[in-house]
Each structure stands twice: as C-alpha cells, then as structure tokens.
C-alpha cells in the first residue's frame, strides 16, 4: 500500500516533490513480488565471501534486464560488480550498494522456530545479507521509472558488499578508483528497526592479517632438535599477545584462527599459520595495534628460529556517517514509517524467541530516533564494517531497514530464521522506500548535495584522512572459501529457490507460516 504523503512539516526542507516521491512508493510496492523472489533466492544460494557467483549472476541479471549497463570483476575481485544507468547528461551519480555475502557454518531452515539447518555444515545467512541488494534493486528500479518521466538528469551505480563478513573488499573497492567520480552512496543494512546516523559511528576499524611461519621439518620423536616448529612460532605469539592485551587500549578488540597447525603430530610444522583481526576507533590506533601485531610475529620467530611472513587479507575504516544525508533519510524514513505487520509475523517472531531462550519482544512498529554522536555517548568498540572505507572517500549514509526478529543474535543461525519470510520481506520493501526517497531528494536538490559534501570536507574531514593499512602489492584474498564451496555447493543447488514454480521459498519447502511450535 502507498504511503501518503501529507504529514503536517513532513517537507521543511527543499527536497523532492510529495508528487515524485508518491510515484517512487508506488513503484516499489509494484515490485514487491519481485523483492520476495529476490530475497527468498539470495537466502537459497547461501554463498559466502568471495564465492557470490550465483548471487551476483542472478541479481545483475535482473539488472541487465532493465537497462543498466554491468561491469563484472571490478576491483580484481571475481564476484564484484557495477551497474550503471544515466538518465540524460549531467547530474549527481549515486552509488547504492549493500552487502551479499553469507557467513561459514549458518546454514539454517528458514520459517523453523528451531534450529535445524537446511544442509549441515554449509553457509547460510545468519547476518542477512540476502535482503540488501534485493532492496537496493527494487529502489533503484522505482528511482530510475521517477528519473526518466520526470526528466531528472543523472546517474544510478549499483555495487555489491562482497566478502564483507571477512571485511575484505571495500578498501580495494576505493584504491581501484570505483568512487572517484561518485556524488554520495547510500548503503543498507539489515536490522530490527529502520533508523540511520550521523557522525563518527563509534564501531572499530580493522586490519584482517595472516601469518605465516616457515622452519624446518623433523621425525617429532627421533630426531626433533633438528627441526624448527612453526606452530610453536605461532603458539608463543598467540600466548605473547594475549599476555599484551593487559597493556592495550580498552576500545581494542582482537581475536585470532590458526589456520594452519601443521600435518600430523610425529612431523615437526615446517609451516604454519594464524589470521588476526586488530580492531580499533580510528586510523592511528588501528596501525598501531597492527605494528604491535608484526612485532609480536616477529619476536616468535626469532624465539623458534623460523622466519615469518604476513599478509593482509582485509581492511575497514571506522565509520563516518554523513549529517545532511543522514538528516534527508531520516525524514524520508519517517514517511515511510514501520511495516504492517501481521498478527500472524508476531507470532512468528515470538515463537522464535522462545524456541531459542532469547528476550521476548514484539516485531517493532515505532522507529528508532535519529541516532546521532549525543544520543549514542561515548563507544567503547566493537564490530567493524568495511563501508567505512567508503565513507571516508565520498559523503555515505547506511539506512538499516526492519527485516529480522528482535534479540536474535549476529552471525547465530537465530539471525537467519526469519530472513526467507513475510518479516524480511516487509522489511525489505520498507528499506527500498526509504532508499529511493533519499536518492530523488539528492537527484532534484542541489543544496542537499551541496551541504553533504561541505561536511564531509569540512568537518569529517577536519581532523583525520584516510589511511587505510594495505600495501601497493597487497591484493584481495579471492581463494578464500573456494575449497568449502567446492564441496557444498553441489548439496545447496537442489535447494535454490524456484520462483516460476513456487509463491515462496517457504512454499517450496513445504513450511507453514507461521511455524508457531516452541519446541526446542
């Protein structure tokens, strides 16, 4: 159903006309079927970080399909991609993206209160990434029917969040120039409210680096003194730094895999491994604690007489939101308002909180306020999110949009119940409003743009600069996941959705909605 558009103030800034803006509603509930199908076949390919290959054919297939022109392996990155669209000459180019990725291990049934994965083992989207770009097709569709019949000159990028579990391609995404000549970018993310922010976002930067050790094989009983261990390198550096973190700012977060121990226990390691994330609030901090790291790293090795070498496999920036866009989208979020939600999406999300011992709290229906530096008070870390690289290079907002279930936890299979139902979808659709609303305010108000790149130059910018820790011949870590996924892609494919045949993946899996059966 369209939303009116006659609030009382709701227009106290230049902005797009309700006229625009009306049509723009009206072209994303048109396409709300196929925002369904979208999020319900994303959620079915299940593919993790550098391995969207289904994901992304089948989205810039649909993108193709309405006029925009694609650009595959962007940024040397298989999986990565640009679709663009101009209407007429000149005008703002904005770029609109969101992440695509699935997290290892979260394969879960969808529409199940319990947990009950689909093929155990293999990925799924326990952070629900399988929303955003559906939602961010679906406004870019209804913003581009807006743009050529109003004759609104400008231009639409889309791109994809890839690997952003593993935070490890935004940072090349900007040093390989695919926002040089953009405007501003709106990103989405899903949550359980529909809210935006401005200013520092209080969440940690992050380096993402692997070590890796190299000594010198022996028979581990007959002859170990001629060897040289390179998991012991790699268990006294874990030990050294945890030993550290009693002396390090109390905003660090760091956590380590070893991700490679050795072959078998009666062969001294020649090689082995360990992947870091250093987490920390801004740029100097974060390259601090990452020289920490390497001196750590290189003390082991001296300690063991081996030698080590590091690599980065990810990087993100702390996140900087822009105040003029974020101010446009939140009364564009208020336009919009809450989803409708259903007695029966309710009873879902209760029957999932109690089948998981988690918090009881109904789906949302007020929004969440402005989220601003005041009313979130001082950060003491946290999570990272790779956007932050974009953000520092162009004014960026994140809109997150009402998808999930309240008090089910990130990257749990809990976050991936409610990500292939009536919830997601409403969510989604809700998003994509905002979304487009937010992109025509910008298309047909140059002050609005005006004032968002003020601030970032002048404020944002004022007292820090981007400094990412990538080396020129550090290069995307793509072979991440291609072995895993060698092996359960075969047992995801007879799972993919099937949108011709079936109304819903719901509907294909023989699951009623709602599935109310608390037992756990």
């Known amino acids: 159903m369209a939303t009116a558009l006659c609030l009382p103030g709701a227009l106290a800034h230049a902005e797009a006309s309700p006229e625009m803006k009306q049509a723009a509603i009206a072209g994303v509930d048109a396409r709300a079927k196929l925002v369904q199908e979208m999020v319900d076949s994303v959620f079915s390919f299940a593919e993790p970080g550098f391995q969207e290959f289904k994901t992304s054919e089948y989205l810039t297939g649909i ?21 663009t669209w101009t209407n007429g000459t000149g005008g703002p180019k904005i770029a609109l993206g969101s992440d695509i990725d699935g997290l290892l291990g979260l394969s879960q049934t ?61 940072a090349y995404y900007v040093r390989a120039g695919l926002f040089k000549d953009v405007d501003a970018t709106i990103f989405t993310h899903v949550s359980n409210d529909f809210s935006t922010a401005w200013g520092p976002g209080g969440n940690n930067g992050m380096v993402s680096v692997e070590y ?57 390691p020649d090689v082995a491994s360990v992947w870091y994330y250093f987490r920390e609030q801004n740029f100097k901090s974060i390259r601090s604690l990452y020289e920490t790291g390497n001196t750590i790293a290189e003390a082991a090795a001296m300690a063991t007489g081996t030698t080590v070498e590091r690599r980065v496999l990810g990087y993100a920036a702390p996140n900087y939101s822009n105040k003029p866009l974020a ?8 336009l919009v308002g809450m989803p409708k939600w259903s007695d029966d ?44 690289d974009i953000m520092w290079t162009v004014p960026t907002i994140t809109i997150r949009f009402p998808s999930n279930i309240p008090n089910t936890i990130g990257h749990n299979v809990t976050a991936a119940i409610a990500m292939a139902t009536p919830i997601a979808h409403k969510g989604a659709v809700a998003g994509a409003k905002a979304v487009s609303l937010t992109v025509l305010d910008i ?34 870590a793509i072979h991440l ?28 899996l023989g699951i009623a909605y709602p599935n109310t059966s608390a037992t756990k």
């Open 63 to 83: 993108l193709e399909k309405n006029g925009f022109k694609i650009e595959r392996g962007v940024a040397g990155i298989p999986t990565a991609w640009t679709a």
């Open 110 to 170: 969808p529409g199940s209160p319990q947990v009950k994965p689909m093929v155990p083992g293999a990925p799924g989207h326990g952070e629900g990434h399988n929303a955003g770009m559906p939602l961010i097709v679906a406004a870019a569709l209804a913003t581009k029917d807006v743009m050529q019949k109003e004759k609104i000159p400008g231009t639409l990028m889309l791109w994809p969040g890839v690997a952003e579990e593993l935070l490890a391609t935004k």
């Open 212 to 268: 890796t050790f190299h000594g010198k094989t022996a028979h581990g009983a007959g002859a170990p003194w001629a060897g040289r261990s390179a998991l012991d390198a790699v268990e006294i550096m874990d030990v050294a730094w945890n030993f550290r973190r009693e002396h390090l700012p109390l905003t660090q977060r760091s956590h380590y895999v070893i991700s490679n121990g050795g072959g078998q226990p009666n062969v001294v």
């Open 327 to 334: 101010e446009a989208a939140y009364k564009n979020i208020e």
């Open 345 to 388: 999406d309710q009873a879902f999300a209760r029957a999932v909180q109690e089948a998981n011992g988690l918090k009881i709290e109904p789906l949302r229906t007020e929004l969440t306020p402005l989220s601003t530096p005041a009313t979130r008070g001082p950060s003491m870390g946290g999570g990272s999110d790779d956007i932050g």
């Open 443 to 476: 298309m047909t108000t140059p002050s609005l743009l005006a004032e968002a790149k003020d601030y970032f130059q002048n404020v944002q910018l004022k007292d820090d600069t981007y400094d990412p820790v990538l080396g020129k011949d550090d290069q995307p």
């Open 481 to 508: 996941n291609a072995d895993l996924m060698s092996q359960m892609r075969p047992k995801l494919e007879p799972y993919y959705y099937n949108p011709k045949k079936y109304k819903s993946y719901l509907e294909q």
